[in-house]
């Protein structure tokens, strides 16, 4: 199977930037997602980047894909209280089954 | 479309119990994937189900748990009998089988299994 890889934790600052790394082995994929699950909640859908592309920005949100090294991170600007919640990067495999990583959990301190 | 509903929302049992999980996956999506997270274990897929089919169960832990999707709309993840260990947020989920199409999750279900 596929094995998609985060670092657990990550604590910032109100205001600075959040950058969530997440490595993956299997390069077959033609979207890969990010995922934020809030506290007691299920996961939502944040944001997607299609494989040929190498960045999207989608307001405070910019994706970074390196497809070479298969390497997907999230950054997230001037981040907020609210942006408190764990973080998954999932990918496609075969069969539609989706592949999660870990779940980063990210803590804003004000 | 108000999209995955999962009930109940949260389900307190006994050790031994026979608990049934529900799922009404988003219309017209064609799989449907039923998920376990834990603190421990983080999120595992348990089993999916295109066009009503089981495909992959192989995340199933034990012959106490199974789950069936009588028809597109509808799915039950069954345990019995149930287990303090099988206290865990259970989440359903569903997309459509075109590529690239996201998949859409339920608000989950919390099971106490004392």
């Known amino acids: 199977g596929e094995d998609v890889e985060q670092s657990l934790f990550l604590s910032v600052r109100e205001g600075d930037s959040s950058v969530i790394n997440c490595t993956y082995t299997d390069s077959s994929s033609t979207y890969l997602y990010w995922y934020k699950q809030e506290p007691g909640a299920g996961l939502q859908l944040l944001t997607y980047?299609?494989?040929?592309?190498d960045m999207k920005q989608d307001q405070r949100l910019t994706v970074l894909l390196n497809k070479k090294d298969k390497h997907l991170s999230l950054r997230i600007a001037d981040t907020q209280t609210g942006d408190s919640a764990i973080y998954f990067c999932a990918k496609p495999g075969t069969g539609n089954q989706f592949y999660f990583g870990t779940g980063t959990s990210l803590t804003v301190i004000p | 479309d108000a999209g995955v509903i999962q009930s109940p929302r949260h389900e307190v049992t006994e050790m031994g119990q026979e608990v049934t999980l529900r799922c009404k996956p988003i219309?017209?999506?064609?799989?449907l994937f039923w998920y376990r997270q834990t603190m421990m274990r983080g999120l595992e897929l348990l089993i999916y189900?295109?066009?009503?089919?089981?495909?992959?169960d192989s995340g199933m832990p034990e012959d106490r748990f199974s789950a069936k999707m009588p028809n597109a709309s509808f799915s039950t993840l069954k345990i019995q009998p149930s287990e303090p260990r099988d206290s865990a947020v259970y989440f359903c989920?569903?997309?459509?089988?075109?590529?690239?199409?996201?998949?859409?999750f339920g608000s989950g279900t919390q099971l106490s299994v004392l």
């Open positions: 219309s017209g999506h064609n799989s």
């Open positions: 989920a569903s997309r459509t089988g075109s590529l690239g199409e996201k998949l859409f």
């Open positions: 980047i299609f494989s040929n592309m």
């Open positions: 189900f295109n066009n009503n089919v089981p495909i992959d």
